[in-house]
């Protein structure tokens, strides 16, 4: 009954149209008054603790650091970087995409600033040289989810947060599955391209490309800064945050020379804007969470799923199965901030690593960012692109089910993030 009662009133509540972080503190409030336990001091206390975190405050200085980035040049000379050396070959703007998304996720964190930037610049490059526009605009929303996974990662941080996982583990684990899924784009394009009639751009000399390369090569040195840091144990992910906000404040200011001090109170601005979004949605949930434990849920799911218990690897997939039905109607951050701590403990009584089930579980989460009906990163692309979500939708499903089979790679060989985890720590 207790379950259903939470989840009763928070899919009502957001049918209502409630802002997500209002229905998690309200759901929160039910489930006090279903076990005969409302104190609002209590509410109080855990909504003020929600974002009084010190892991948290990682989040505004890499939300900083993404507008910096965007609004420096220094997304830009990725993407020329990009178009330097492989924009000349058959579908090259394609690969330019993938290859940008890589490093851009390497930068910021963001899927939907990483988006907005790739699509802005790729967008109108694609369509000028016959690309299809639909399906640029699914490959370029597919690069951008990459984001979340390759450090430095905001949803890895929340989750961290959430569940009490270690957010530098976390970080570390995130580096192959990152790049396999770049490597698995590209093995998709690569077949989608054959078959295209597109004009290639021109070729780039050694001069320009060296040229790029050098334009380039502060933009470049941001995440070997970020993960030597964190290799080396010089900062935590808190304090890396506010490494990259600094650094790429000094790009933009000095070195690229793209921002002036007049800009810095608009960028300042959005990034509080966004700050305080991620924010009130962490102190929302943790009234939530914190009832959540306390009506004993985790126990009512592993009832639930007991008979899964004995074999992590179906029990994996069964949860990967919840996720992405949940992604359909929830966004990334809600779904880390409601499920995480419902979730996590069932998975380590199964015997299955945290870290590992940390980043399999915001994989799964983040294609609901390119899935209808919420797809969050899709609409972006759709909206730069000026395309209906149906057309994106279908130009997105080759690179979505390529994830899907990626996924199921990882359930079936949980290897492939714990080995090189082990490795990099």
Request: hydrophobic share 60%; charged share 10%; with cysteine.
């Amino acid at each position: 009954m207790t379950l259903t009662v939470f989840l009763g009133s928070l899919t009502l509540l957001m049918a209502l149209g409630m802002p997500i972080a209002f229905a998690l503190l309200l759901t929160g409030v039910v489930l006090m008054i279903h076990i005969d336990f409302f104190d609002a001091q209590l509410v109080a206390q855990n909504l003020l603790s929600g974002a009084d975190n010190f892991p948290l405050m990682a989040v505004p200085f890499f939300i900083l650091a993404g507008e910096l980035m965007n609004a420096g040049g220094i997304s830009k000379r990725i993407i020329n970087l990009a178009v330097g050396f492989v924009g000349h070959i058959k579908g090259g703007l394609g690969y330019v995409t993938i290859a940008a998304s890589v490093l851009l996720a390497s930068l910021s964190g963001s899927a939907i600033a990483d988006t907005a930037a790739l699509a802005t610049l790729l967008i109108p490059m694609m369509r000028d040289h016959g690309y299809a526009v639909p399906r640029s605009a699914g490959l370029i929303a597919s690069g951008g989810i990459i984001a979340p996974i390759i450090p430095p990662s905001m949803p890895f941080i929340i989750f961290g947060v959430t569940t009490n996982t270690s957010i530098s583990n976390l970080f570390l684990a995130g580096i192959v599955p990152g790049v396999l899924m770049g490597g698995a784009l590209i093995a998709v394009w690569y077949m989608l391209a054959r078959k295209m009639d597109v004009t290639p751009q021109p070729k780039a000399g050694w001069g320009e490309r060296r040229r790029a390369l050098v334009d380039g090569v502060w933009a470049l040195m941001l995440p070997v800064i970020i993960l030597g840091g964190l290799r080396g144990g010089i900062f935590t992910p808190t304090e890396a945050a506010v490494v990259a906000a600094v650094y790429s404040l000094f790009v933009a200011l000095f070195i690229y020379r793209e921002v002036k001090l007049r800009d810095l109170r608009r960028l300042l601005v959005d990034a509080a804007r966004t700050t305080s979004t991620v924010m009130f949605l962490c102190a929302g949930a943790l009234v939530s969470s914190y009832m959540v434990t306390l009506a004993d849920l985790p126990a009512m799911v592993t009832d639930f799923l007991g008979p899964l218990m004995q074999d992590p690897r179906v029990l994996m997939a069964a949860i990967m199965l919840l996720l992405l039905a949940v992604g359909t109607v929830m966004d990334l951050t809600p779904t880390i901030l409601v499920m995480g701590p419902v979730l996590m403990p069932l998975a380590v009584k199964a015997g299955i690593d945290p870290t590992y089930f940390g980043v399999m579980f915001v994989l799964v989460g983040t294609l609901g960012l390119i899935h209808p009906p919420v797809c969050t990163v899709l609409n972006v692309v759709c909206g730069v692109a000026k395309i209906s979500l149906e057309s994106a939708t279908k130009g997105i499903w080759p690179f979505l089910l390529t994830y899907i089979l990626l996924i199921a790679l990882f359930i079936v060989f949980p290897g492939i993030i714990t080995v090189p985890l082990h490795w990099f720590r």
